[in-house]
DNA sequence: TTGGTGACGGGGA
DNA sequence: ATCCCCGCCACCA
């Protein structure tokens, strides 16, 4: 059992699919912690870039994204979403309804 | 152990 | 939509 909270989440984001988005809360509520969208935040931001975590597909719940340093520069995050097709609802608002990812199917264990 | 911090979220004005 | 405030959580000095 792995009570590393960080590893949970970096498993769980790795499984969003290419095209589909997820939120903060989202994660935290598929790890079992409802409230823990904060701590999903302060994960995502030492995710060790040689693990591939696709990071860029967590966003906001109202479908806006993260600040635009936190990616290396501005509308990096933006562009490579459009790149794997993720639908937007304008310029800075990812298309929620259609991009939102299911969530795993499984039981994500604490 | 305590306290500060932040890639959050929800509610109210 | 925008701003503000507050509760939550894991981390790290």
Do not use: C
Not at 15 to 23: L, Q, R, S, Y
Not at 43 to 72: K, M, N, Q
């Amino acid at each position: 059992m792995k009570s590393n909270f960080y590893e949970r989440v970096y498993t769980v984001t790795a499984e969003i699919p290419e095209g589909k988005v997820a939120t903060y809360g989202l994660i935290a509520r598929w790890l079992g912690k409802p409230r823990g969208a904060r701590a999903v935040g302060w994960a995502l931001r030492d995710v060790p870039t040689d693990l591939h975590i696709p990071a860029h597909r967590v966003i906001y719940r109202d479908g806006s994204l993260a600040a635009s340093e936190v990616f290396g520069g501005f509308g990096i995050q933006k562009e490579r979403l459009i790149a794997e097709g993720v639908p937007f609802k304008d310029d800075d608002h990812v298309d929620m309804k259609a991009a939102v990812w299911e969530g795993p199917l499984h039981v994500v264990d604490e």
